[in-house]
């Protein structure tokens, strides 16, 4: 009886350990336990990394940030807001003392800013604003915040029952997320941290955003397009003004593109910054170059150009000799630095992974957020170019999956364009698979070496899937990415059935099983795509578009279209070509799931309603999704869920046959 006994305890316990060692591949439900690590802010004395970390509240179905800080030594790591509202932005004041944040807690007025007192107990109100509350800043000797404070619609007022009509008068007229755009701005704001009082910085009819201080704590450099008309171009620059009320402004940068992210030297000697490459009113496939001036504007310096890659989130060393930022390049991002007295560049941190923000202290650590093909974004110590992780939030739930095999490929174009891509597959073995193009929007932009969750979850549901780096990407230099201008639809499709060709020759993808579909300008191309190539057995349009005659006004590209196409009634021809997958539309074969959000203004919903409409006249198999109260990107956790359902169920159906 003794022996019985043990030897069930022996079969449960190993029975249990089997159990947990078993492992699933990714279903779309398991994107909900995903959270997100981002913002990390280290604090003053090097000893913790604040951050947030947002996870999905299912009863809510939404997502909830809140506060961590993570010890340098990688040892302790504590969990600072809770309950339901949101935290986010957290900043160290200078001096160490306290921890602020971005929160809506008990506030009838949005988003305030709140404090916690290093030194312990419950976090502390200390903004009562009426208006949009944006970015803030501390001044290096933390007796001040300079914060962006948007106009409150209704003057403050409550909305009444009644809205009163919307009046429009402006160019650019309509902008996701925020709707119609009237006449309402966002300026600097000073508040005292003793007294507690407020005072404008700047006001009028202009914007102003992206406040940086000067290590004295006496000026303020900031962001504003102060053109004419800002609806007509994208020429913002950099300005500078005293931190006191009633300060006279200086301009200290011209260039007619855009000038942004503003960063002061350590010894206040020199301002960085980043500039487009293109001074047109408006450049869609652009980058961005970094310089530096001195504080009054002369002695510009354009750091990066050689590189020809976009570069983004400039951090200066502590001795102000040099400046760390990311690079963009080829399916990668990394760190490099650049001496900014001889202008030599070098790669601090390089991989098949990409980096996607980097932080540094008055003592010089330098914390990087990183993700990986298997491991999405967490945060790691940089010391000596060398990478030590410091958070491990995805673990738990990266322990219970089994993820797709990923690795790199390359391609050639009819044309004899190299293309660069990436391929998912359940198996590294796995051969003859059905294959589903997943193809990326922008189109500036670039798959990258990092995790990509939906196509995990395909790939997860028994797929090759690929993603492919057209040409109009970025991280293959200026002229690859200026390639497709006023050209959509030509050489990018000429890519993307080149990357399928070549996956059918190394005997990855299955030529009788082929899929495409994607987002935004993925959504767009896979239109193109269908009405060039009947190969494809099904396809899924997510908020896209192809009868771009009839976009004009209908979105928020008024001034790309008029600089990059001309006014419909003085160039229809070149509309007409754009809008060939509509006026094709006979050509197409490819059963079609269109999906859309009903307030997205950027990409709205008039374009998968016409597509469908097409379809439907010609007995195309087709189905329209619509998700209520969404915008351009869905972001409510079901209907995320439900998107990657319904690209399994609509795939399988075809693909699977």
Request: net charge neutral; with cysteine.
């Amino acid at each position: 009886m003794k022996r019985t006994i043990l030897s069930i305890i022996a079969f449960t316990v190993s029975f249990y350990a089997l159990a947990q060692e078993v492992k699933t591949r990714l279903k779309p439900a398991d994107i909900s336990r995903i959270p997100t690590v981002s913002d990390p802010q280290l604090s003053p004395d090097g000893k913790w990394v604040a951050y947030t970390v947002s996870e999905v509240d299912t009863a809510k179905d939404k997502r909830v940030a809140h506060l961590w800080m993570q010890s340098w030594d990688g040892k302790e790591s504590i969990e600072l807001t809770h309950g339901g509202e949101a935290a986010s932005s957290p900043k160290w004041s200078p001096d160490g003392k306290y921890l602020s944040f971005l929160s809506s807690r008990d506030s009838k007025n949005g988003s305030q800013i709140w404090l916690i007192d290093r030194r312990g107990g419950e976090g502390v109100k200390l903004t009562d604003i009426k208006g949009d509350l944006g970015d803030y800043e501390w001044s290096p000797d933390s007796k001040k915040l300079v914060i962006v404070i948007g106009d409150p619609a209704n003057k403050g007022k409550e909305e009444p029952k009644t809205p009163k009509p919307i009046v429009l008068d402006r160019f650019h007229f309509k902008q996701d997320v925020e709707g119609y755009l009237q006449h309402l701005h966002q300026h600097l704001y000073l508040l005292d941290m003793v007294t507690k009082k407020l005072d404008t910085l700047t006001k009028g009819d202009k914007d102003e955003e992206s406040p940086v201080w000067s290590p004295d704590s006496k000026t303020i450099a900031f962001v504003s397009n102060r053109s004419t008309d800002p609806d007509r171009n994208e020429n913002s620059d950099i300005f500078t003004i005293d931190a006191r009320p009633n300060a006279s402004i200086l301009q200290v940068t011209t260039w007619k593109g855009p000038d942004r992210n503003p960063q002061w030297s350590p010894d206040g000697k020199l301002i960085s910054y980043l500039r487009s490459t293109s001074d047109a009113d408006y450049m869609m496939y652009d980058q961005n170059v970094l310089c530096t001036m001195d504080i009054v504007g002369s002695n510009k310096k354009v750091l990066t150009q050689q590189l020809d890659r976009p570069v983004a989130n400039q951090v200066w060393a502590k001795d102000s000799k040099s400046i760390s930022f990311l690079v963009v390049d080829d399916r990668e991002r990394y760190v490099a630095s650049v001496n900014v007295n001889n202008g030599k560049i070098a790669t601090v941190n390089k991989g098949e992974y990409g980096i996607t923000d980097i932080g540094t202290n008055a003592i010089g650590n330098w914390v990087v957020q990183k993700s990986d093909p298997y491991t999405p974004a967490e945060l790691f110590a940089l010391e000596s170019g060398k990478l030590r992780r410091l958070t491990f939030h995805q673990q738990a739930w990266l322990n219970t999956v089994n993820l797709a095999h990923v690795e790199g490929f390359e391609s050639t174009s009819v044309d004899g364009t190299e293309v660069s891509g990436i391929i998912l597959t359940p198996d590294s073995n796995a051969k003859k698979l059905p294959l589903i193009l997943f193809i990326h929007g922008g189109p500036v932009g670039q798959d990258e070496f990092t995790f990509d969750a939906t196509r995990q979850v395909l790939a997860g549901a028994g797929y090759a899937v690929a993603a492919v780096n057209y040409r109009g990407s970025n991280g293959r230099g200026l002229d690859y990415c200026k390639a497709i201008y006023a050209d959509w639809g030509n050489k990018e499709v000429k890519d993307l059935l080149g990357a399928v060709d070549k996956l059918e020759k190394l005997g990855i993808a299955d030529p009788d099983h082929l899929g495409i579909g994607g987002w935004s300008y993925g959504g767009i191309l896979t239109n193109y795509t269908i009405a060039s190539d009947t190969r494809f057995k099904a396809a899924a349009s997510g908020a896209g578009s192809a009868l771009q005659l009839s976009v004009y006004g209908s979105d928020q590209y008024v001034l790309q279209y008029e600089s990059e196409l001309g006014v419909p009634w003085k160039n229809a021809d070149k509309w007409i070509q754009l809008s060939y997958p509509f006026f094709h539309a006979d050509k197409i074969k490819t059963p079609v799931l269109y999906m859309s959000g009903l307030k997205d203004f950027n990409v709205p919903t008039i374009g998968s309603e016409q597509m469908y409409q097409a379809l439907k006249s010609q007995g195309i198999p087709t189905e329209l999704i619509l998700y209520p109260n969404s915008f351009h990107g869905i972001s409510k956790p079901s209907y995320q869920v439900d998107r990657l359902q319904r690209y399994v169920v609509w795939f399988d159906k075809y693909l699977k046959k």
